[in-house]
């Protein structure tokens, strides 16, 4: 590079292409056939950066590489001292950085705040040559101002959905109307000036609520956190597993939003002392329909929300794409496909369980067969199943379910979980009569489901009569495959993951450090890992009143079954996961 640029004011395409040229990124043949005027988008000319990285340029400085905004960003911070910076709106504080200036002053000079400190203000701009408006905006601010280059396009996108939903929060806590009601919560402090309700159907509200919907499956969230407390609620998206806080709204604001949700999820309004599940349909910007699952808890400062979102992508998942693979699939897919039986999935809240029943169901529900579900609640619905709810309010649990639908003419029936022993005995009688049972249970491992099925009280010989095999799993998050880099193998972390068996390391594991794709986490998406245990032989055989859950394991063992941790360590193996993620969610093994 040839130091700084002399320049001022906007950036335009035949300055910025000669520079490319001198500088060995851009290639002079190809810089020759770019337009020199960018095309208008709408009302406004597309900005030439975003113009450059559209033409799709061939990066001369990178074989085999395109020009993109990052790239062109890290070139031009050599010449102007302002570093690149992805916007990321999860990192973002909204409320702050709308107060330190006005939209139509951004929006004018395509400006925006992206980090409020008492030390300084942070300002992304696309124009690292334009200073008109620092001597006006440093007097407000009244802080040292530090200037980064951003995606003008991403400046224009989250200037208009910042402070449309900072003006959707003023304007709904502004029309807060005056009540004599006071919600009876715990912990209520009792101030008179804000004894103030808001219209869940305020046209703010509203706003708020499309945007917190959308925004969450932009971030590729899998659960919405909504949780009220004495003066601020809190607004936190679950990603790849892990909660990130979003948004503080006023407490007032904070219930409204709540009611509107329970409005289109068809929940009861006016009920706010016990629990409710609902479910609401919308549409992401792709037009793809996405299903939400509401549940609804008091608390001590009001009703916390939580929307589970599943993606209807989901049910076309492979098994390679939710990490079955190998003999594992195998093994799978032969208990998924046999004529009569009972095929059970075991883990915690949030470890796939459910993924994988829609997935496999999916795979099976030809038009030949009739498959039936008894949930609770129904968590995705889907035409090629017959989907009934468990309904508590008329006594319509789980067994009463199944017991229904043997009356349907089934082949194949999904029970969302065997909790209980009436449950546990209609899905055993389901399977005795020639019909494919598939259902879950809450154990650590696929051999403990044997032990809790004889706790329930069945008794050792239907087990051994209708049970097929068992799956346990865990999700794990994948690496992320923008910044995974080799690294030199922790033999003792190794050791802990494959004791108390021997297994030769891999020849090199990899980590992450963490980009701007990951959000610097190191991690990108989910996967899971199985223990996948077959009923059959001696393992059948070996099934009484008093089997011992050790012996059963060992068993299994020397039949093929890899634990949950050993199937991590596959995943590691091939650079998918890395050590420390599978010690967190496999639990040990406990063998003597």
Not at 391 to 417: K, T
Not at 481 to 493: F, G, T
């Amino acid at each position: 590079m040839s130091g700084k640029i002399v320049k001022t004011g906007p950036l335009d395409t035949s300055f910025l292409l000669k520079k490319l040229v001198d500088d060995g990124v851009l290639d002079s043949a190809v810089a020759k056939r770019i337009r020199p005027n960018p095309p208008s988008v709408g009302d406004k000319t597309q900005h030439v950066l975003s113009y450059l990285v559209s033409a799709q340029l061939p990066d001369a400085s990178r074989a085999g590489r395109l020009l993109n905004m990052d790239r062109l960003l890290e070139w031009l911070s050599g010449y102007c001292d302002q570093l690149p910076q992805r916007i990321d709106p999860l990192k973002i504080d909204v409320p702050a950085v709308t107060e330190v200036m006005s939209f139509a002053f951004a929006q004018r000079h395509r400006i925006l705040a992206v980090e409020v400190t008492p030390q300084e203000v942070v300002i992304a701009g696309g124009e690292p040559f334009i200073s008109a408006w620092e001597n006006d905006l440093q007097q407000v601010v009244r802080r040292p101002i530090r200037r980064v280059l951003a995606d003008p396009e991403a400046i224009d996108r989250f200037t208009v959905e910042f402070y449309s939903l900072a003006k959707s929060v003023r304007g709904a806590s502004g029309n807060s109307k005056q009540s004599g009601h006071v919600n009876a919560n715990l912990e209520q402090l009792l101030e008179i000036s804000k004894l103030k309700d808001v219209d869940a159907n305020d046209g703010h509200v509203v706003n708020i609520v499309d945007w917190l919907l959308q925004y969450a499956y932009d971030q590729r969230a899998s659960d919405i956190h909504i949780e009220p407390r004495r003066d601020q609620g809190n607004v936190r998206f679950r990603i790849d597993g892990v909660l990130y806080n979003v948004y503080e709204l006023p407490a007032s604001v904070l219930t409204a939003v709540v009611s509107r949700l329970k409005i289109l999820g068809r929940m009861d309004v006016a009920e706010k002392r016990r629990p409710q599940d609902g479910r609401l349909k919308t549409k992401n910007s792709a037009g793809d329909e996405i299903e939400l699952r509401l549940s609804t808890l008091p608390t001590a400062f009001g009703e916390k929300m939580v929307m589970r979102i599943f993606d209807p992508e989901v049910l076309l998942r492979s098994f390679d794409e939710l990490g079955l693979r190998g003999d594992d699939r195998q093994r799978w897919n032969s208990m998924i496909q046999a004529p009569h039986g009972i095929v059970l999935v075991t883990g915690p809240t949030g470890s796939g369980k459910t993924t994988t029943l829609y997935s496999s169901l999916k795979q099976i529900a030809t038009s030949e067969v009739n498959v039936c579900t008894i949930e609770d609640p129904i968590e995705m619905v889907e035409d090629a199943f017959n989907q009934m709810q468990v309904q508590h309010n008329i006594n319509l649990d789980f067994a009463g379910g199944v017991r229904a639908l043997l009356r349907q003419d089934p082949d194949i029936i999904m029970i969302g979980e065997i909790r209980d022993l009436e449950t546990a005995e209609m899905a055993i009688q389901a399977a005795l009569t020639g019909h494919l049972v598939i259902s879950t249970l809450h154990t650590n491992d696929a051999p403990s489901a044997v032990t809790r099925l004889l706790e329930l009280g069945v008794p050792a010989y239907l087990i051994r009569a209708t049970v097929l095999g068992v799956m346990a799993q865990r999700l794990v998050r994948s690496l992320c495959p923008h910044c995974k880099e080799p690294v030199a193998l922790d033999e003792a972390a190794w050791a802990t993951l494959i004791a108390p068996w021997k297994v030769n390391p891999p020849a090199e594991t990899y980590h992450a450090p963490g980009c701007l794709e990951c959000r610097n986490t190191g991690f990108y998406g989910r996967q899971g890992i199985y223990e996948i245990l077959s009923v059959e032989g001696q393992i059948q055989a070996a099934i009484g009143d008093d089997v011992e859950l050790e012996n059963l394991r060992r068993m299994a063992m020397k039949k093929g079954m890899r634990t949950l941790r050993l199937s991590g360590a596959q995943k590691v193996a091939r650079g998918e996961t890395t050590i420390a993620e599978v010690l967190r969610v496999a639990p040990p093994v406990q063998m003597s």
